[in-house]
């Protein structure tokens, strides 16, 4: 199981300063609550916001581009709840 450590601040900066590989985490997470008017809930992992999300079997900032569509989902999360069990897809 492999987690994605952002440093403190990451998701909230500007895309352009984010290391490349950042850029579809961003994409995928603030911008996507931004556009969907649910920016004050969720996007970021912040204390009071939903806690959405997939831990994958590896790390996506690590991997190359044309291995993403390969990740495995291990574990899902919405609103701080475990949805998906290990093994579940």
């Not at 985490?25 to 809930?41: K, M």
């Not at 204390?47 to 899902?76: E, I």
């Amino acid at each position: 199981m492999s987690l994605v450590h952002l440093p403190a601040g990451a998701v909230q900066q500007q895309a352009g300063a984010l290391r490349p590989q950042l850029h579809p985490l961003t994409l995928h997470t603030v911008n996507a609550a931004r556009l969907t008017g649910e920016d004050h809930v969720r996007g970021t992992l912040t204390p009071g916001r939903l806690a959405d999300l997939t831990v994958w079997d590896r790390d996506p900032a690590q991997c190359p581009g044309d291995a993403l569509r390969d990740l495995n989902p291990t574990h899902t999360f919405v609103g701080g709840l475990l949805v998906t069990p290990n093994g579940t897809r």
